[in-house]
């Protein structure tokens, strides 16, 4: 099934910081997170195993509660770059990536 | 630039044709990942190969199937084309299964008319 995110659309200003929010009704293996900027492939970001570990870019927090399913990621200071719609990706144990419908995020000077 | 090459770019054509997308992974990735974006829409997986087999599927329909070589690159085929199958079509690969980050393709865009 596929996660929901929230929400589905935010503006900022830069230097603010945001928190996107990915939930699954399934128990899941992993979370991954990636961006996608308008007419480019999507870009890993992170991901997140059951048991606590954590692979990604050093710029990038976010957690994963295994127990609720749930994982949010964490802006911070917020740069013009960081526009682009966030994609959260739920990996399950048949090994399937399933993507949520994304999170569009806008960076106002 | 992510190391996944997808061919063609573009690809226009017309209701009912048979059409071939192909993806050549990053060097020694094994898994090659498939997945369709329409417009405004989401990424939706379609089938995972892992080392030549089929690992996972998802809501693929019977008029696609895809395939991964010895060489580990991989086709998609796409036919009986409809209207509706317009869509950016993204290649994804990584170096395992579970638990790995995928690299994308730069995708291969089909208009269909």
């Known amino acids: 099934q596929q996660p929901v995110q929230s929400p589905q659309a935010v503006i900022l200003r830069e230097g603010e910081d945001a928190v996107i929010n990915c939930s699954s009704s399934k128990a899941l293996y992993s979370v991954h997170w990636y961006r996608q900027k308008h007419g480019e492939a999507p870009v890993f970001l992170m991901i997140l195993l059951k048991g606590g570990e954590q692979k990604g870019h050093e710029k990038i927090s976010a957690s994963f509660n295994e127990k609720k399913q749930q994982s949010s990621l964490y802006l911070t200071a917020s740069q013009l770059s960081y526009s682009g719609t966030y994609f959260c990706?739920?990996?399950?144990?048949?090994?399937?990536?399933?993507f949520g419908k994304g999170t569009r995020l806008h960076i106002l000077p | 630039d992510s190391g996944v090459t997808q061919t063609p770019k573009h690809l226009i054509t017309a209701t009912g044709q048979r059409v071939t997308l192909r993806c050549s992974p990053r060097s020694g990735d094994l898994s090659v990942y498939w997945y369709q974006q329409s417009l405004d829409q989401g990424l939706q997986f379609l089938i995972q190969y892992y080392n030549g087999e089929e690992r996972a599927k998802g809501n693929i329909l019977e008029r696609f199937s895809a395939q991964q070589f010895p060489d580990l690159h991989s086709e998609l085929n796409l036919s009986s084309l409809e209207l509706g199958d317009s869509a950016l079509y993204f290649c994804?690969?990584?170096?395992?299964?579970?638990?790995?980050?995928?690299?994308f393709g730069p995708g291969t865009r089909l208009t269909v008319l």
């Open positions: 994804a690969s990584s170096a395992h299964t579970r638990g790995s980050e995928q690299f």
């Open positions: 990706g739920t990996e399950d144990r048949d090994d399937k990536i399933i």
